[in-house]
């Protein structure tokens, strides 16, 4: 009895102590900041309705990628304009958030673990599926040149293992993508001890990441799965995004990404941030090429290297690398994804070697009326198809969730008025034929299908190779001088080191609200 009088003592204190600290405007976090800033209410304990906050560190650089810190940038062609091209972007001013990106092009070696898990998967009972991913051989074949070699040993032989995968055309590249995301949130759900491995999956018994969050997939209990603080809940519980275990999709850069990330503008500020001082907002040069403010293609130092070729691209006709003896660029069709010297962001060939594709639409004008933050064109929205009860459609037979188109109704119904349409690809594009839309082959050689591509190749001259310029193609297509590679939003702090984002004035940077 004495022990129960002494509990109940306590906990009088407790709520007393809760009332004072409310009284007075603040509410005191407890170790691990565990209290609710809002009720007072202790956070993740059982006893008290077992509502969880994750003690979230920040976001890690995923494997394979390089920060990219944002910020705004002149957007557009920065050399002068050749008189026939009319592609290029109007010259404006636009910032990009943070992200991160692949340091170098996706490899051969890297869509061939895509392939392979395809084929172990599903190869079974869709074999349709797996030959819509393989790239396309046949791209290196061109009249009048000797390619057969590439044509049959380019994609699948180990000396080519780290060079750039082509024949892989845009939406080819965005499955890749999704691949990549839910093989890397399976291995994270894996290491957090909520999954064990599970090398049989097969058709519709397979981890996605959306499967999972909305319990169409249950997979094989891993020996440490997450407890379950709700009073009402069976012990343990799958992972939550809350949870901080889960890293966002990987995706194509948007067009505006790609371009700020290849020009390397941070490379340009005299005094940037570091742990002992704050950074300076200011460039010293516009960027013509990946490498550097100046307009020259070689390697400028006073050194062994000077003088070297920093890409790989054609220098005139027929000179594909030099001359025997004093190879100028050391590359005759690709090189390997890590040759040259990367750029201030720590990019590999973000110039030359093969061109990239990037996530937008293409079309011919480019309006001023353009969003300025984040500018991308092509967004054409969807939702998750539901049942007749409002609950998530069961997954289809290869164990994905099933999406539906956002209709023209389903935006009114919003009230969102200014877009009024799913499908903003012909947006404000400030061209007359978006009255009618573009209808390949009939009142235009372009249409949603058709996508940006940037970068220069192995067989462009010097002008593509600055990251203004952009060309476009049709993307069911696919040549040998299109690669490609991946990005990922930066989630919270624009900041790559997870410091809050704003100014802190003081107050202790690393606080985490």
């Known amino acids: 009895m004495k022990r129960k009088l002494i509990g109940i003592g306590l906990l009088c204190i407790g709520a007393a102590a809760l009332l004072s600290s409310c009284s007075s405007g603040s509410a005191k976090k407890g170790k691990g900041n565990n209290i609710s ?52 972007d109007q010259r404006r001013v636009v910032s990009v958030a943070s992200f991160y990106m692949d340091e170098t092009e996706v490899a051969n070696v890297s869509y061939r673990e895509f392939m392979f898990w395809l084929q172990r998967v599903y190869g079974s009972d869709y074999q349709d599926l797996i030959l819509r991913e393989k790239p396309d051989s046949t791209v290196w074949r061109q009249a009048l040149a000797y390619n057969e ?37 399976e291995l994270l759900a894996i290491y957090a001890g909520a999954l064990k491995p599970n090398a049989t999956q097969s058709n519709e018994d397979v981890f996605t990441t959306g499967t999972y969050l909305n319990n169409q997939y249950e997979g094989t209990k891993g020996a440490h799965p997450h407890r379950d603080l709700d009073p009402n809940g069976a012990g343990d519980r799958p992972l939550r995004l809350s949870d901080g275990v889960f890293l966002p999709d990987y995706r194509l850069p948007t067009e505006a990404e790609w371009e700020y990330a290849a020009l390397g503008l941070i490379g340009n500020n005299p005094s940037p941030e570091n742990k002992r001082r704050r950074g300076e907002e200011v460039e010293t040069d516009r960027n013509i090429y990946p490498w550097g403010s100046k307009n020259t293609t070689r390697y400028g130092l006073h050194n062994q290297y000077q003088g070297e070729f920093e890409g790989n691209y054609m220098r005139g006709k027929g000179d594909a690398m030099g001359v025997a003896g004093g190879l100028n660029d050391n590359g005759f069709y690709t090189t390997p994804c890590k040759s040259y010297l990367p750029n201030a962001f720590g990019l590999f060939n973000m110039a030359g070697n093969v061109n990239e594709w990037v996530m937008d639409t293409y079309r011919p004008s480019s309006n001023d009326d353009v969003n300025e933050l984040n500018p991308f064109r092509g967004n054409k929205y969807q939702k998750l198809k539901l049942q007749d009860d409002g609950t998530i459609e069961e997954k289809d037979s290869t164990g994905r969730l099933i999406y539906l188109d956002v209709t023209d109704a389903d935006i009114a119904a919003n009230g969102r008025f200014e877009t009024r349409t799913g499908n903003l690809s012909s947006f404000r594009d400030g061209d007359s034929l978006s009255n009618v839309g573009y209808e390949y082959g009939k009142n235009s050689l372009i249409n949603d299908s058709t996508k940006v591509y940037k970068g220069g190749s192995f067989a462009d001259r010097q002008y593509w190779l600055s990251p203004g310029t952009r060309r476009y193609m049709q993307g069911n297509l696919s040549t040998c001088t299109i690669g490609f590679r991946c990005v990922m939003d930066r989630m919270g702090s624009q900041d790559g080191d997870n410091q809050p984002g704003g100014n802190s004035f003081g107050r202790q940077k690393n606080h985490k609200r």
């Open 149 to 185: 070699p590439y044509v049959r040993n380019y994609f699948n032989m180990a000396a080519f293992d780290w060079y750039p995968v082509v024949g892989v055309n845009w939406y080819q590249a965005n499955d890749f993508c999704i691949w990549r995301s839910d093989r890397v949130n």
């Open 37 to 88: 800033v809002v009720t007072g209410w202790p956070l993740n304990d059982k006893r008290f309705g077992g509502f969880e906050v994750a003690n979230y560190q920040g976001q890690q650089t995923p494997v394979g990628m390089v920060f990219v810190q944002g910020g705004r940038f002149v957007k557009g062609i920065t050399d002068d304009e050749m008189p026939t091209v009319e592609n290029n």
